[in-house]
């Protein structure tokens, strides 16, 4: 059986890198070959460890101005690049080397609150400021832009009027939870995306 391997990026504390290689833990056909991280304080390298996965440190330059990712995903037969929580453009280099392989997740209705600057607790806070009574999740194929990319999924979920920050981004992680990992199960296998019944309210 051809398997196929994916390596998740990541720049902080990696819920959603553990999520991911949770659920593919019992698969034989794709494989969480390594996570990558380029802040050096990041937690999720304590998950990866956790988790037995191996951990790879590239800092910024080593992924703007070199080709030490490209190389190590390429003597690692990486096919996929999943980005949870990953915080810098992706070069271009990786672009070529993975066109249409690259899967970002955003903490908003892109493309409302996308961009620069635009990532984690920001979104939540600009969601809240500006009165919003629904935000949610949006899984999107990576290109060169920050938040941009042919949509594979969106979900939603209620902001209340009361909602501070920390409640939304409470309930935008429960989204992810739910569905981070399986829209990457179902691009890669070609099975049906998930579809939410409901817009989250808990
Ligand atoms: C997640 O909420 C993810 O959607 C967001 O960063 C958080 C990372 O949390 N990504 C962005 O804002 C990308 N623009 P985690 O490190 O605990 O998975």
Known sequence: MKQTRLSILASGNGTNAQQIAEYFAERNDIIIDS????????????RAKNLGIESFYMSRRDFMESNKVLELMQS???DYLILAGFLLLVPENLLKAFPNKIINIHPALLPNY???GMYGHHVHEAV???????TGITIHVVDHR???GTT?????CVVLPTDSADDVAARIHLLEKSYFPPVIDA???GKPMPVQKEILCE
């Open 35 to 46: 996570i990558i991280y380029n802040k050096r304080d990041a937690y999720v390298a304590t």
């Open 76 to 78: 690692r037969n990486v």
């Open 114 to 116: 996308g961009g620069k």
């Open 128 to 134: 809240v400021a500006n009165h919003e009574s629904v």
């Open 146 to 148: 920050y938040d941009c």
């Open 152 to 156: 594979l999924f969106q979900a939603r």
């Open 187 to 189: 691009y890669i296998t």
